[in-house]
């Protein structure tokens, strides 16, 4: 992709598609994402869809470049606005049933790991 960034389209501040473009584009979310910034370097969003393909889940993260400060931003507001230097990696996939179930057992299995050893300390 070279230095092009990727970003929502938005037409009255509803997402249409992730496409290629070289300005700014005001972002306004309102679609569930779950921020991710515990890594400042590998922080973004996360999106979870059902159905954009016929029994698939879309799983969607887009990664914001760690010079920017995501902690504060709201990415349900309107005003929300991120430029194509913000943006740094864009993944999507589609995960049929069983394998989101799956990766649900895997979580969950990931997730006692590190209550586990945070209850050690």
């Not at 999106?47 to 990664?63: A, P, S, W, Y």
């Not at 010079?67 to 589609?94: H, K």
């Not at 990766?103 to 590190?114: D, F, G, P, W, Y």
């Amino acid at each position: 992709l070279g230095s092009a960034s990727l970003h929502i389209l938005t037409n009255n501040f509803s997402p249409l598609k992730w496409a290629l473009c070289d300005c700014g584009t005001k972002v306004s979310m309102n679609r569930n994402l779950i921020k991710f910034n515990s890594i400042n370097y590998r922080q973004g969003y996360l999106e979870v869809i059902g159905d954009i393909h016929d029994g698939c889940i879309n799983i969607e993260t887009q990664q914001i470049h760690p010079d920017r400060d995501i902690s504060n931003i709201d990415f349900d507001s309107d005003t929300t606005t991120l430029m194509d230097e913000d943006f740094t990696a864009f993944t999507e996939i589609e995960l049929s049933i069983d394998e989101a179930e799956t990766l649900i057992e895997q979580l969950l299995v990931a997730i006692k790991v590190v209550k586990s050893k945070s209850n050690k300390k």
